[in-house]
T-cell receptor
């Protein structure tokens, strides 16, 4: 039982490059989330999805896009990376209804130079 | 939207002491309050949670209390051990289904 798997684990990008972070979950969860974690800022929600084919903006969505074409996958895209996007990115998933545990992936450490 | 405040940001204790981390929330509709532990290089993992119809919950050395009137909840760790050293996050979830996290507390347990 893999749970939530993030790919890649580490990445270095040059300013202006693009990339996609992949999140896959095998728990048949409806809800999926992308967070970024920065020192002293906790976990800030970038985008989320409440089901296949749906996406919504979170607290800090600028500079990111997402897609949920399949229920088990949630992709986070950076079209033109900026140094301010240097962070650790976490994907999470949870089942419906609302008051249930969120399961997190291991994180992706992204550095933009 | 929901606002969750967490204190302290850093907590240093001696092994065997107790540790308390406190959180406040703003949305009176919030009804689920989980606590996550994040070890170095890993993703957060749920350690205990409490729902709004319960005032206190215990699991071995860990307990959580909830005061809905005052809109605050706390994590209590007794008999701390070096392996308890980690970052702890509180969270609140209400009708929007989206959890809001506190900024985290770095707990350091000195042997």
């Amino acid at each position: 039982n893999a749970g939530v798997t993030q790919t890649p684990k580490f990445r270095v990008l040059k300013t202006g490059q693009s990339m996609t972070l992949l999140c896959a979950q095998d728990m048949n969860h409806e809800y999926m989330y992308w967070y970024r974690q920065d020192p002293g800022m906790g976990l800030r929600l970038i985008h989320y999805s409440v089901g296949e084919g749906t996406t919504a903006k979170g607290e800090v969505p600028d500079g990111y896009n997402v897609s949920r074409l399949k229920k088990q996958n949630f992709l986070l895209g950076l079209e033109s990376a900026a140094p301010s996007q240097t962070s650790v990115y976490f994907c999470a998933s949870s089942r419906s209804p609302a008051n249930t545990e969120a399961f997190f992936g291991q994180g992706t450490r992204l550095t933009v130079v | 939207g929901e606002n969750v405040e967490q204190h302290p940001s850093t907590l240093s204790v001696q092994e065997g002491d107790s540790a308390v981390i406190k959180c406040t929330y703003s949305d009176s509709a919030s009804n689920y309050f989980p606590w996550y532990k994040q070890e170095l290089g890993k993703g957060p993992q749920l350690i205990i949670d409490i729902r709004s119809n319960v005032g206190e919950k215990k699991d071995q050395r860990i307990a959580v209390t909830l005061n809905k009137t005052a809109k605050h909840f706390s994590l209590h760790i007794t008999e701390t051990q070096p392996e308890d050293s980690a970052v702890y996050f509180c969270a609140s979830r209400g009708g929007s289904y989206i959890p809001t996290f506190g900024r985290g507390t770095s707990l350091i347990v000195h042997p």
